[in-house]
């Protein structure tokens, strides 16, 4: 679970902007960061910029084929229009009523009952719909201005819409953070366009195991160029020919390879080389098919030039690795969440083949109802949230006390080098009044201060917080209602919660503006019932949306052999297979005797039906503060409410 943003050179260059402005970019960072909670990556934040693109896809392929089916048509324009009203202020009723109108006019062909009616109705608002669409680019980067410059009650709307684009464009989040902290003009045209860049030809390189040639590839790609690897040397790529060389060399001899280099537009190198691999593996399923006892393999190591550029960079998939890896849970577990675990673990691949293969982990799970399973992962969505408030707040502190280091560090070396140049200086040099006024600045320099009082506030603050809210050395709480303690309303407390409390005040106002706006956010959920359930229903609804398109996705996967290229929503489909898994872990490693016996299937509707209650006793005005976030997903037959 981590938080882009947080970067001490990024952080040094959004201290000069507003509160607003650090959080809007900061939130739009953490929307696409891959480790990011379900909840607040942009695969299920249902920004129209990705599910609107999506549907045209489904009714595109509805009128060709068939698929998806009607019923699953009918049910994606559903949720469409749902989320329209809820995202009116950040669009403007301008742009999404004649969607709105494209889309009720499908719904309404579907409900005139069998026959091709609705294939047919959908064929003649392909184009509209398209056209819609491909301006919504446009009026979001001019939506994106206006917050910028005035903030206002829809900023978390467009800051989630920006993400949603940016996934679909595969922006890199670490390039993304790195070209944002070289920005010298902070306005929002700079901004926009670094967050978002103009596509542009990229070459990627790229090795090839099991040939040294594959016969005709400039056919099914006219930008490739190849050569056997003991040869590759020869192969030229203008100013970044002595790179690519560099890179020929460092690959491991042995066997039959080649080196192959394509073309690919995208709007960073390691998008470009993510393309780049994705289009390799597509154009080598043409040699499997040939040859069927080849086996072709693509090395992790790409490299990426920008054509015409000198530079390059040398990008592979990202390899996590921790000190001791741990089981989903000690307990033993129903053998259809073992099948699940299985599907999961080999979920990998182009986009809609992990998210073919994420539903098919779920359906292992006999997880075939998706509302019961929307209102479920919703529960588990705000468990995970509640979670991500105490994680933001450690991380934003430690981010903070490295912003602190370096800036001290950058002192210190500027004192030295001037009381440098201040001994060398004769004692008659005419610059030597100058020498000792810049070497008096760089000594009064309040930095090594600052750090000194933030270091000081951060450890007595955080042993506060941890005084009431416990860790493990993981910093994994032990009671997550110790934590929720400090965000509800204070009543009639202990004296180390009112501590804790207090401890956690005094740090909020030095944590970066995500990280602050998040436990205020969360403390205003807590302190009023109506707010908390307006949240568990947008996360249903948002969380039904993400479902219904993962099914979708699927049926076009497996019955129509479509394999697209929507990095979004192949990560967006581990992630929720993942949830899932999480939320099934949580319940049969806590289920004792009939409990543990429940299949999986039925753990979800029980779940879902703790949503229900939830919801019904925050209509009733029930405080949100007493929920027993520990065990909303766990077992126990007296509900989730704490006396």
């Known amino acids: 679970m981590r938080y882009r943003g947080f970067d001490a050179q990024l952080s040094e260059r ?13 939130r739009v960072l953490g929307g696409v960061e891959p480790t990011a909670i379900h909840s607040r990556h942009a695969s299920a934040l249902a920004g129209l910029v990705t599910e609107l693109p999506r549907l045209h896809a489904a009714l595109t392929h509805h009128h060709e084929v068939g698929q998806p089916q009607k019923h699953l048509v009918d049910k994606l324009c559903e949720n469409a229009l749902r989320r329209l009203p809820v995202v009116v202020e950040a ?3 301008e742009v999404l009523a004649p969607i709105e109108a494209l889309l009720v006019g499908v719904r309404a062909a579907i409900a005139e009952g069998p026959g091709d009616g609705s294939r047919d109705h959908t064929g003649t608002i392909l184009e509209p719909l398209r056209l819609a669409v491909a301006a919504l680019d446009d009026v979001l980067a001019d939506r994106f201005a206006r917050v910028w410059e005035s903030p206002d009650g829809s900023l978390d709307l467009v800051a989630d819409e920006v993400a949603c684009l940016l996934a679909r464009a595969d922006r890199d989040p670490v390039a993304a953070e790195q070209d944002l902290a070289r920005l010298t003009r902070w306005d929002a045209d700079a901004v926009w366009r670094t967050l978002l860049p103009a596509p542009a030809p990229h070459r990627a390189a790229l090795v090839v195991r099991g040939t040294s040639a594959l016969a005709d590839l400039e056919v099914f790609d006219p930008t490739a160029d190849q050569s056997p690897l003991r ?21 491991p001899p042995g066997g039959e390879a080649c080196v192959v280099s394509l073309v690919v537009s995208a709007v960073d190198r390691p998008s470009a080389a993510r393309r780049a691999r994705r289009a390799l593996a597509e154009l080598l399923d043409q040699y499997t098919a040939g040859t069927r006892l080849l086996t072709l ?13 000198p530079d390059t960079e040398e990008w592979r998939p990202a390899d996590r690795g921790t000190p001791i890896a741990r089981p989903l849970t000690r307990r033993e577990l129903p053998e259809e969440v073992r099948r699940a675990l299985r599907m999961a673990h080999v979920a990998v691949g182009a986009p809609a083949v992990a998210s073919a293969l994420a539903w098919s982990a779920l359906e292992a799970c006999g997880l075939v109802r998706r509302a019961d399973l929307a209102a479920a992962l919703a529960v588990q969505s705000l468990r995970q949230e509640v979670v991500g408030a105490y994680r933001v707040v450690r991380q934003s502190a430690s981010a903070r006390l490295d912003q602190a280091r370096v800036k001290a560090r950058l002192a210190r070396r ?50 506060a917080i941890g005084g009431h809210a416990r860790h493990d050395e993981r910093h994994h709480l032990r009671d997550l209602n110790t934590w929720t303690d400090l965000l509800r309303p204070p009543a009639r407390d202990p004296e180390p919660l009112v501590t804790a409390r207090t401890a956690l005040d005094a ?6 503006p995500a990280a602050r706006r998040q436990v205020e956010q969360w403390r205003a959920r807590l302190a009023d019932p109506a707010l908390l359930a307006a949240w568990v229903r947008e996360r249903t609804e948002r969380m039904t949306t993400v479902v219904d398109s993962l099914y979708a996705t699927r049926n076009l996967t497996l019955h129509s052999g479509l394999v697209g290229d929507e990095a979004v ?22 289920a ?22 939830m919801l019904s006793r925050l209509h009733r005005q029930a405080k949100p503060g007493r929920l027993d976030f520990a065990r909303l997903t766990s077992p126990g037959p007296d509900g989730v409410w704490r006396r």
Request: with cysteine; proline share 6%; charged share 25%.
């Open 297 to 309: 393999a693509v090395d992790a190591r790409v490299l990426v030039n920008r054509v015409g550029g």
């Open 507 to 512: 740090l909020l106002p030095v944590l970066h």
């Open 91 to 93: 669009w403007g009723e």
């Open 231 to 251: 040869s590759a040397h020869r192969m030229r790529w203008g100013p970044a020919t002595n790179r690519l060389r560099a890179f020929v060399e460092h690959a």
């Open 14 to 26: 959004l201290d000069a902007c507003s509160a607003d402005q650090a959080h809007l970019v900061q």
């Open 569 to 590: 929503h192949g990560v967006g489909a581990v992630m929720v297979t993942d949830l899932a898994l999480e939320l099934l872990g949580n319940w049969y490693g806590n």
């Open 592 to 613: 004792r005797g009939e409990e543990a016996a429940l299949p999986p299937e039925a753990v979800i509707a029980v779940l879902a039906r703790r949503r229900h209650d």
């Open 414 to 463: 500027t004192a030295a080098q001037r009381r440098r140049a201040l001994d060398r200086c004769p004692p008659d040099h005419p610059h030597r009044p100058r020498l000792a006024d810049l070497l008096a600045a760089a000594e009064a320099d309040p930095a090594e201060r600052d750090l000194a009082a933030l270091t000081d506030l951060v450890a007595t603050s955080l042993a």
